[in-house]
């Protein structure tokens, strides 16, 4: 594969002269609030609370938060329910494609602390361990009229600043890894470079690489270009094998 | 279409030696068998008595006997009624045969007990890993698996009153009822 030079330009390398600068911040924050696209993994019993607080008796539209249906284009992950240590994979491999930034919502007791499945081996039981989560709503299951408080308060946060969660992820990586390790087993990788989108968004710290991220890159292997095999009158035929 | 057992059924199983049969209800016979005899009797029911469905096989672990019990439900589409077959085996080494042969969708129940509780079936298609692919432990469904010891080495818990909790405590909101104060039973 022949390699292209795409000049990066680094926020650090950008020197910020627009005296409008943090004018224009609160602009985009209070934007972000109001356009809020919602990717909900109904992992979880706390799903059915969803259809009602989306359609017209609350009506969360009128917040301006729709559901999404792809991770790439939503802001916010919506975690309904207890997380199988399966499912939790899957969330992180969802979560790691999703674009910055991008927020995390836990709902229902069982992602605070297990709910009623605490001494379940298949369940992990502090979602915000694995993710950086910014707002959780209890209850078992909370009323939509829950779910609208929550979305407000995270708007809120999104506006005054606070809802940092995705800068946490980049900034504490290594930590965050190191639970995932602990739970899947040290050969665990994703395709999301972290380490490098951490870079690229100037936000790696100090603790974003350390031992997990050794680890990771001791055990990674190279990913693969994806094979597609179909049947045609009989033979069998390799497509997208290489793009050499 | 008779709702009842049909007095045929009856007459089958006393060509097998050493069955308990009991009728639980119109529609429904409890048969206790040695393990040995098992595939014969399903045999006799399938090919005699129209029990076609084998609607599950269910293990429980008796731990205490050192024994597992297999419970095969048989249901028949023709007397609209449910046989379930118990057998016991011994816990170790905890082997048994197949009855693939007989019913197809066994090999998926078996497959599934031999993940939840390590029984191996002898003959059956696949023993591989069915739902529980990403667990390296112990079978989970046996009865020495200490699922809460496991839970509390593997997970750490979150402080159950913060101090951010206290915050909106004093505002009145926060936990009503405490996990202690719920659990006090009443005088």
Redesign the interface.
């Known amino acids: 594969m022949k390699e292209i030079d795409i000049p990066i330009e680094t926020s650090a390398a950008k020197r910020r002269t627009n005296p409008l600068a943090r004018v224009f911040d609160e602009l985009v924050r209070f934007c972000r609030s109001r356009s809020m696209f919602m990717l909900h993994y109904c992992t979880g019993c706390g799903a059915i609370e969803l259809p009602p607080a989306m359609t017209s008796r609350f009506d969360m539209e009128r917040l301006g938060i729709q559901p999404m249906v792809t991770p790439r284009q939503a802001d916010i992950l919506l975690i309904t329910g207890y997380v199988s240590?399966?499912t939790l994979?899957r969330v992180i491999l969802t979560y790691e494609q999703m674009g910055s930034p991008k927020y995390v919502i836990g709902i229902c007791s069982c992602t605070?602390?297990?709910g009623m499945y605490?001494?379940?081996?298949?369940t992990?039981?502090?979602l915000d361990?694995y993710l950086p989560v910014d707002l959780y709503i209890a209850g078992c299951m909370p009323r939509p009229e829950a779910v609208l408080e929550g979305m407000r308060k995270l708007m809120d946060r999104i506006r005054s600043g606070e809802a940092d969660g995705w800068e946490d992820y980049y900034r504490r990586y290594d930590w965050y890894l190191g639970n995932q390790q602990?739970?899947?087993?040290d050969d665990w990788q994703t395709p999301a470079d972290v380490i490098g989108e951490a870079s690229h968004y100037d936000l790696a710290g100090p603790g974003t690489e350390g031992e997990h991220t050794r680890l990771l890159q001791q055990c990674q292997k190279p990913l693969e270009p994806q094979q597609t095999f179909f049947q045609i009158g009989g033979s069998l035929e390799k497509k997208g094998e290489s793009h050499e | 279409m008779s709702k009842t057992v049909t007095p045929w059924l009856d007459n089958l199983l006393q060509e097998i030696e050493g069955v308990e049969i009991r009728r639980k209800d119109s529609r429904r016979v409890r048969i206790d068998i040695a393990a040995d005899s098992l595939p014969t009797l399903l045999e006799l029911l399938r090919g005699r008595a129209g029990y076609v469905h084998l609607s599950a096989i269910t293990c429980v672990d008796w731990i205490d006997e050192s024994q597992f019990e297999l419970v095969y439900q048989l249901w028949s589409y023709e007397s609209q009624s449910l046989v379930s077959a118990h057998i016991r085996i011994a816990r170790e080494p905890g082997v048994y045969v197949s009855v693939f042969d007989l019913y197809q969708p066994a090999a998926f129940f078996e497959r599934d007990i031999h993940e939840m509780f390590g029984v191996y079936f002898e003959g059956s298609p696949d023993m591989s890993k069915f739902i529980l692919t990403e667990w390296n432990g112990p079978p989970p469904m046996r009865k020495e698996f200490d699922a809460e010891a496991w839970v509390n080495e593997t997970f750490e818990w979150k402080e159950y009153q913060p101090d951010w909790l206290k915050e909106i405590t004093e505002q009145g909101g926060g936990i009503v009822k405490t996990p202690e104060e719920a659990r006090q039973k009443k005088p």
Request: proline residues 0%; charged residues 15%.
């Open positions: 240590i399966k994979k605070v602390n297990g605490w001494q379940s081996y298949a992990a039981k502090q361990q602990h739970l899947f087993g």
